[in-house]
Nanobody, 116 residues
Framework: QVQLVESGGGLVQPGGSLRLSCRAS????????MGWYRQFPGKQRELVAG???????KYADSVKGRFTISSDSAKNTVYLQMNSLKPEDTAVYFC??????????WGQGTQVTVSS
């Protein structure tokens, strides 16, 4: 099993920015896919941004142009830069990573609250 440790959530005003980080306990060089999901109260988790090996990142329509996913393989870390945040972005954000040998893994989640 792979541990995913998220950080960077918090309270921000509308129009503000946050950067989420997700550090994996193993190398992500051979990751199959990795991404960020979010969950609203009473709803299922939805993909916010993610990438699969050898493919371009994909984004939910609601965050295109505002959020950017990136990775630093030397630090085994994936980031989610969130700009122009809106109140409707308020949710718990989860990191997800799928390795061919270790299957699907989730972080513990980090709360993002966008409010004035």
């Amino acid at each position: 099993q792979v541990q995913l440790v998220e950080s960077g959530g918090g309270l921000v005003q509308p129009g503000g920015s946050l950067r989420l980080s997700c550090r994996a306990s193993r190398s992500i060089l051979r990751i199959n896919r990795m991404g960020w999901y979010r969950q609203f109260p009473g709803k299922q988790r939805e993909l916010v941004a993610g990438f699969s090996a050898g493919e371009s990142p994909k984004y939910a329509d609601s965050v295109k142009g505002r959020f950017t996913i990136s990775s630093d393989s030397a630090k085994n870390t994936v980031y989610l830069q969130m700009n122009s945040l809106k109140p409707e972005d308020t949710a718990v954000y989860f990191c997800n990573a799928f390795f061919n040998d270790l299957g699907n893994n989730w972080g513990q989640g980090t709360q993002v609250t966008v409010s004035s």
